[in-house]
T-cell receptor
Framework: AQTVTQSQPEMSVQEAETVTLSCTYD???????LFWYKQPPSRQMILVIR??????QNATENRFSVNFQKAAKSFSLKISDSQLGDAAMYFC????????????FGTGTRLQVTL | EPEVTQTPSHQVTQMGQEVILRCVPI?????FYWYRQILGQKVEFLVSFYNNEISEKSEIFDDQFSVERPDGSNFTLKIRSTKLEDSAMYFC??????????FGPGTRLTVL
């Protein structure tokens, strides 16, 4: 079974600074997707970024980028120019490719953004 | 932009009562999911649904749970006899034939 580990329960960053959230995963599959979801206090799950395992190029979405290291099974999220609105829980998630595959989530990292 | 919707946003029920949580997935999506998140914990998979049948279910999804797609738009999760430990946030998600799942805003279920 696949597992996703987020070893940082909480992180803090100053506004306008950069922060990196860590995620590692365990799988025997070669083809899969990885995601970061943001959960603000409203508890809605918002997709931040996704990475296909077969792509070597790291995904970017505006201020959000990932460092995907397939051999190390590592998938970190970098947030640049942090904003107060970035404060939330961030969940790393994994899914096998294929029909109806379920998402497996990590335990989350709570990000605080300070002035 | 199309989005997944869920009703109600908050449901309070007495232990032993039946509840039905409703979801309207994005219209052209083919795969549907229910997840739950107990307060302070990670999101857990409950069940996936494709082509009008369950594709996979977790150990949590026991005989007390059922899912249905009664028409072309709604996707429901029924809990027949709620327990205190069923109190959680329940998320519906859907996707097309790509692997990105889009989540609804969730239903907070409180069992008293």
């Amino acid at each position: 079974a696949q597992t996703v580990t987020q070893s940082q329960p909480e992180m803090s960053v100053q506004e306008a600074e950069t922060v990196t959230l860590s995620c590692t995963y365990d799988t025997s599959e070669s083809d899969y997707y990885l995601f970061w979801y943001k959960q603000p206090p409203s508890r809605q799950m918002i997709l931040v970024i996704r990475q296909e395992a077969y792509k070597q190029q790291n995904a970017t979405e505006n201020r959000f980028s990932v460092n995907f290291q397939k051999a190390a099974k590592s998938f970190s999220l970098k947030i640049s120019d942090s904003q107060l609105g970035d404060a939330a829980m961030y969940f790393c998630a994994y899914v096998n490719t294929g029909t109806a595959s379920k998402l497996t989530f990590g335990t989350g990292t709570r990000l605080q953004v300070t002035l | 932009e199309p989005e997944v919707t869920q009703t109600p946003s908050h449901q309070v029920t007495q232990m032993g009562q039946e509840v039905i949580l409703r979801c309207v997935p994005i219209s052209n999506h083919l795969y549907f999911y229910w997840y739950r998140q107990i307060l302070g914990q990670k999101v857990e998979f409950l069940v996936s649904f494709y082509n009008n049948e369950i594709s996979e279910k977790s150990e949590i999804f026991d005989d007390q749970f059922s899912v249905e797609r009664p028409d072309g738009s709604n996707f429901t999760l029924k809990i027949r006899s709620t327990k205190l430990e069923d109190s959680a946030m329940y998320f519906c998600a859907s996707r097309t034939d790509t692997d990105t799942q889009y989540f609804g805003p969730g239903t907070r279920l409180t069992v008293l």
